[in-house]
């Protein structure tokens, strides 16, 4: 997950992005992110563009917010993606 290093205000939601590139190279099944799950406490996903299809030599933009707690807050932010092939 990208981030500037910036400060987010306790309670607000934090835009992020990530670029999802082919893992297989130019040839084979589509690449799928299913879902996205912040393993993070107290941090929740609000809206992701998932499912997000990434077909072969392709690269695309997985986009998520995620609802900050209310609570002070340093450290890492840590989010899972679900994929999968087809």
């Known amino acids: 997950m990208y981030s500037s290093g910036g400060t987010v205000l306790q309670g607000s939601i934090f835009p992020g992005s990530v670029s999802l590139p082919y893992p297989g190279g130019l040839a ?46 340093t450290g890492v932010l840590s989010i899972a993606v679900t994929v999968a092939s087809s």
């Open 28 to 73: 084979g099944p589509n690449c799928t992110a299913l879902s996205v799950q912040v393993l993070t406490s107290g941090f929740v996903v609000v809206q992701s563009n998932t499912p997000l299809t990434v077909p072969p030599g392709a690269v695309e933009q997985l986009f998520v917010n995620v609802t900050v707690p209310r609570a002070a807050y």
